[in-house]
C-alpha cells in the first residue's frame, strides 16, 4: 500500500485527491472564519473566465473545481490501473495526464448539467409597489374582513393579482378601485365613483 502512495507515476492523481481535500477543508472552516477560498479565487480569476456560460450555473462555481479534481484523479487512476492489469507496470505520467484531463472535463461538464438541471433556481421576490395605482376587481365581491381578487398594471405593463379589501362599504365584481394601503396580506382599496372626472370623456 506505500508503495501505491510513493508510485512516482501516480503523483499527479495523488496531488489531485490531496488538492481536493485540502480545498474543501479550507472551504468548511473558511465559512465560519469568512475567508473562503473561493471567493479569493473569484477575485483573482478573469472577467472572461467568470463570465463564460460554462460557469453560470445555479450552485457554488467552487463544486465545478471540486468536480474537476475528484474525476481528473478518478480518471487518471482507472487508466494507470488499466494499464497496470496488462502490462505490470505504471505507465510515465506525462503519457497519462492529458488523457486523464480531457475524461475529467469531460465527466465534470456532464456532472454540471446534471446538478444544474435538479437545481431549482433561486426565486428572487421583487416587491413591486402598486399603492396609488388604478385596478378592477376581477374574482367576487369585497367587504372589510373578505377579500376579492383584483388585477393591476404596474409602471412596466405587468399584470399583477392582488387581494383587496375596502375600509368600509363593498367592491363589487368589475368596479374600478385605488389602492390606497397595503397590509399583511391584502390591499386596502378605495372604490372610484363612475361619475368621477378621471373617467369622463371631456378629458379626452
Known sequence: MLNFFLEADLMPFHFSVLALILLSMAETFGN????????????????????????????????????????????????????????????????????????????????IHCLDQVIKPKITENKVNLLGRLATVSSGNARPGFSAQARVRDEFGQLHYVQVEPEFGELEFQSQIILIRFRKSHYIAKKISICNDLFSADQF
Open 32 to 111: 465560519y472564519i469568512g475567508l473562503r477560498p473561493s471567493s479569493f479565487l473569484k477575485r483573482i480569476s478573469p472577467e472572461w473566465l467568470i463570465n463564460s456560460p460554462l460557469l453560470q450555473v445555479k450552485f457554488s462555481k467552487v463544486l465545478i473545481f471540486v468536480f474537476l479534481l475528484l474525476n481528473f484523479s478518478f480518471a487518471g487512476y482507472f487508466l494507470q490501473l488499466t494499464i497496470f492489469a496488462s502490462k505490470q507496470m505504471f505507465a510515465p505520467w506525462y503519457y497519462v495526464v492529458l488523457p486523464a484531463f480531457i475524461i475529467g472535463i469531460f465527466f465534470t461538464v456532464f456532472m
